[in-house]
Nanobody, 123 residues
């Protein structure tokens, strides 16, 4: 059974950086989602395991980078140039079957989820 555990959240000032990590034992596609208070959960970035193809939400392109270390079974999200609007609970998600990258932000395709890690960006 896939179990996900996020770490690396915290509080940072605007313009700062954080790196989130997610430990996972098995997956085909992995992603980061986030949910701000009063808003729906949204996809942030996704990566196809083994192939390395990545996808990003327009709001984070050029600032966030998703990557994975297969040897350590760990997914990362490097977040640079953070903005107050990036404040949210960030979740790691994993799917153990293939689906087109066109649907990377479809929550229901990810069966496994972590508990979330809070990221707070102050202005």
């Amino acid at each position: 059974q896939v179990q996900l555990m996020e770490s690396g959240g915290g509080s940072v000032q605007a313009g700062g950086s954080l790196r989130l990590s997610c430990a996972a034992s098995e997956y085909t596609r992995m992603a980061w989602f986030r949910q701000a208070p009063g808003k729906e959960r949204e996809g942030v970035a996704s990566i196809r395991s083994g192939v390395g193809t990545t996808y990003y939400a327009d709001s984070v392109k050029g600032r966030f980078t998703i990557s994975q270390d297969n040897a350590k079974n760990t997914l990362y999200l490097q977040m640079n140039s953070l903005k107050p609007e990036d404040t949210a609970m960030y979740y790691c998600a994993a799917a153990n079957f293939y689906f087109s990258g066109a649907y990377w932000a479809s929550e229901w395709r990810y069966k496994y989820w972590g508990q979330g890690t809070q990221v707070t960006v102050s202005s």
